[in-house]
Protein backbone atom coordinates (compact mmCIF):
# COMPACT_ATOMS: atom_id res chain seq x y z
CA UNK A 1 0.00 0.00 0.00
CA UNK A 2 1.23 3.47 -1.36
CA UNK A 3 1.94 5.79 2.01
CA UNK A 4 -0.60 8.25 0.78
CA UNK A 5 -3.13 5.54 0.87
CA UNK A 6 -2.05 4.04 4.83
CA UNK A 7 -3.62 6.40 7.52
CA UNK A 8 -0.84 5.01 9.52
CA UNK A 9 1.85 6.27 7.22
CA UNK A 10 4.37 8.93 8.97
CA UNK A 11 2.91 11.17 5.91
CA UNK A 12 -0.26 11.26 7.09
CA UNK A 13 0.31 12.07 10.59
CA UNK A 14 -0.62 15.34 12.66
CA UNK A 15 3.10 16.24 11.81
CA UNK A 16 1.76 17.77 8.40
CA UNK A 17 -1.37 18.92 9.74
CA UNK A 18 -1.63 23.19 8.94
CA UNK A 19 -4.21 24.30 11.40
CA UNK A 20 -6.86 24.80 8.46
CA UNK A 21 -9.87 22.49 7.53
CA UNK A 22 -9.50 20.36 4.44
CA UNK A 23 -10.41 22.47 1.08
CA UNK A 24 -12.76 19.85 -0.03
CA UNK A 25 -14.67 18.16 2.89
CA UNK A 26 -14.52 21.29 4.54
CA UNK A 27 -14.65 19.37 8.39
CA UNK A 28 -11.51 17.38 8.84
CA UNK A 29 -7.74 18.67 9.45
CA UNK A 30 -5.75 19.58 6.14
CA UNK A 31 -2.15 18.70 5.67
CA UNK A 32 -0.34 15.66 4.60
CA UNK A 33 3.41 14.78 3.14
CA UNK A 34 1.72 14.93 0.01
CA UNK A 35 -0.82 18.04 0.30
CA UNK A 36 -1.36 20.93 2.82
CA UNK A 37 -4.41 21.73 1.54
CA UNK A 38 -6.47 18.06 2.07
CA UNK A 39 -7.49 15.53 4.60
CA UNK A 40 -6.21 12.13 4.38
CA UNK A 41 -9.49 11.04 3.23
CA UNK A 42 -10.03 13.41 0.45
CA UNK A 43 -6.05 13.29 -0.22
CA UNK A 44 -6.78 9.38 -0.98
CA UNK A 45 -9.40 10.07 -3.24
CA UNK A 46 -7.40 12.93 -5.12
CA UNK A 47 -4.42 10.67 -5.47
CA UNK A 48 -6.61 8.08 -7.31
CA UNK A 49 -8.45 10.02 -9.45
CA UNK A 50 -5.55 11.97 -10.50
CA UNK A 51 -3.44 8.51 -11.34
CA UNK A 52 -6.54 7.28 -12.91
CA UNK A 53 -6.22 10.42 -15.12
CA UNK A 54 -2.66 10.11 -15.91
CA UNK A 55 -3.09 6.07 -16.74
CA UNK A 56 -6.05 7.78 -19.57
CA UNK A 57 -2.82 10.35 -20.60
CA UNK A 58 -0.79 7.45 -20.83
CA UNK A 59 -2.45 5.34 -22.86
CA UNK A 60 -3.66 8.54 -25.19
CA UNK A 61 -0.07 8.97 -25.01
CA UNK A 62 1.35 5.23 -26.04
CA UNK A 63 -1.42 4.25 -28.77
CA UNK A 64 -2.31 7.90 -30.21
CA UNK A 65 -6.02 8.77 -31.24
CA UNK A 66 -8.64 9.19 -29.01
CA UNK A 67 -8.02 7.70 -25.00
CA UNK A 68 -11.71 5.93 -26.25
CA UNK A 69 -13.52 5.40 -29.08
CA UNK A 70 -16.76 7.25 -29.37
CA UNK A 71 -19.52 5.17 -30.57
CA UNK A 72 -21.60 7.82 -31.93
CA UNK A 73 -18.63 8.90 -34.19
CA UNK A 74 -17.53 5.53 -35.47
CA UNK A 75 -19.37 3.39 -38.25
CA UNK A 76 -19.18 0.21 -40.10
CA UNK A 77 -16.17 -0.20 -41.93
CA UNK A 78 -13.87 2.06 -39.63
CA UNK A 79 -10.37 0.79 -38.75
CA UNK A 80 -9.95 0.06 -35.12
CA UNK A 81 -7.21 -1.73 -33.37
CA UNK A 82 -7.55 -3.26 -29.77
CA UNK A 83 -5.50 -2.79 -26.71
CA UNK A 84 -5.63 -5.51 -24.43
CA UNK A 85 -4.26 -3.86 -21.43
CA UNK A 86 -2.74 -0.83 -20.09
CA UNK A 87 1.29 -0.91 -21.00
CA UNK A 88 0.79 -4.24 -23.32
CA UNK A 89 3.43 -4.93 -26.20
CA UNK A 90 2.90 -3.42 -29.29
CA UNK A 91 2.96 -7.22 -30.71
CA UNK A 92 -0.55 -7.84 -28.54
CA UNK A 93 -2.22 -4.77 -30.57
CA UNK A 94 -4.48 -6.19 -32.80
CA UNK A 95 -6.12 -4.33 -35.78
CA UNK A 96 -10.07 -4.79 -37.01
CA UNK A 97 -12.75 -3.19 -38.71
CA UNK A 98 -16.00 -2.52 -37.25
CA UNK A 99 -18.59 -4.68 -38.39
CA UNK A 100 -21.57 -3.71 -36.65
CA UNK A 101 -22.92 -1.54 -33.67
CA UNK A 102 -25.18 -3.39 -31.59
CA UNK A 103 -28.41 -1.59 -30.88
CA UNK A 104 -28.21 -3.33 -27.20
CA UNK A 105 -25.47 -1.98 -25.50
CA UNK A 106 -23.24 1.48 -25.45
CA UNK A 107 -20.58 -0.09 -24.55
CA UNK A 108 -18.84 -2.32 -27.13
CA UNK A 109 -19.31 -2.66 -30.53
CA UNK A 110 -18.66 -5.25 -33.33
CA UNK A 111 -15.22 -5.82 -34.69
CA UNK A 112 -13.35 -8.38 -37.25
CA UNK A 113 -10.24 -9.20 -36.33
CA UNK A 114 -7.34 -11.73 -38.30
CA UNK A 115 -9.73 -12.17 -41.63
CA UNK A 116 -6.28 -13.90 -43.30
CA UNK A 117 -5.54 -10.05 -44.80
CA UNK A 118 -8.86 -10.39 -46.71
CA UNK A 119 -9.85 -6.69 -45.23
CA UNK A 120 -12.09 -6.20 -48.70
CA UNK A 121 -14.53 -9.23 -47.53
CA UNK A 122 -14.25 -8.35 -43.20
CA UNK A 123 -18.38 -8.35 -43.50
CA UNK A 124 -17.84 -12.02 -43.82
CA UNK A 125 -15.75 -13.11 -41.64
CA UNK A 126 -17.35 -13.45 -37.20
CA UNK A 127 -16.87 -10.69 -35.20
CA UNK A 128 -16.18 -10.15 -31.81
CA UNK A 129 -18.00 -7.78 -29.25
CA UNK A 130 -15.19 -5.87 -28.77
CA UNK A 131 -15.16 -3.31 -25.19
CA UNK A 132 -14.88 -0.11 -26.40
CA UNK A 133 -12.44 0.93 -23.86
CA UNK A 134 -10.11 -1.59 -24.75
CA UNK A 135 -10.49 0.04 -28.64
CA UNK A 136 -8.51 3.23 -30.34
CA UNK A 137 -9.27 4.69 -33.58
CA UNK A 138 -7.19 3.42 -37.03
CA UNK A 139 -4.52 0.88 -36.93
CA UNK A 140 -1.51 0.65 -35.39
CA UNK A 141 0.98 -1.81 -37.07
CA UNK A 142 -1.15 -2.28 -39.97
CA UNK A 143 0.68 -5.19 -42.34
CA UNK A 144 -2.60 -5.23 -44.49
CA UNK A 145 -4.57 -2.09 -46.52
CA UNK A 146 -8.10 -2.32 -47.87
CA UNK A 147 -7.72 -2.83 -51.24
Not at 42 to 58: A, F, H, P, S, Y
Not at 84 to 104: A, H, L, T, W
Not at 115 to 131: H, I, Q
Request: hydrophobic share 30%; proline share 5%; with cysteine.
Amino acid sequence: MPGYDDPNDEGNSEKYHTGKLCIECGKRPAGTAWSPYFCFECNVKRIKRIDEQLKQIKKKLLYGGEIMIDISKIKVGDKVHYIPFDGCDDSRIENGIVKEMPGYTQTAIRVVFKCAGEWDRFMDYTSELTPKENLGYGWKNAEYEIR
